[in-house]
């Protein structure tokens, strides 16, 4: 972890928080609405902060990660998960460190996997570049 100022900038805490966020939006208002606000928040970032092409792509992967997250709840636990509750707080949590362990997350800029919109591929290719029709 940094310190400081930087204790939660391009590191696992980061990946955390913007996975985090992500997942608890998108459940709670809307997966559009989330991505919305996650673009919105990058493109101030790039604007006001000067952040790197490298952090965007960062945050935007982990960003992604977090709209799944929200689906798959959703899948596993109904439509009901979509009500602000400990219970759920906690499944968000559990499921983003799960991808954090099992290195679906980037907890660094300089990771050379790229965030492609509306690709979610985890550690593999995407699906239509490992075949031809």
């Known amino acids: 972890m940094g310190t ?29 609405i989330a991505k919305f606000a996650g673009d919105y928040h990058e493109m101030q970032g790039n604007k006001d902060m000067g952040q790197s092409k490298g952090e965007e792509n960062m945050d935007k992967w982990n960003n992604a990660q977090g709209r799944e997250i929200a689906k798959e709840i959703i899948q596993e636990y109904g439509v009901w998960a979509t009500a602000p509750s400990q219970k759920i707080n906690d499944v968000i949590a559990r499921k983003v460190m799960e991808r954090m362990k099992s290195g679906k997350l980037i907890t660094n800029p300089d990771d050379k996997r790229v965030y492609k919109e509306g690709v979610i591929t985890g550690n593999a290719a995407p699906i239509d570049s490992a075949y031809t029709k």
């Open 4 to 32: 400081g100022s930087h204790a939660t900038w391009n590191n696992e805490a980061d990946a955390f928080k913007h996975t985090y966020m992500q997942a608890q939006l998108a459940l709670f208002a809307g997966k559009h």
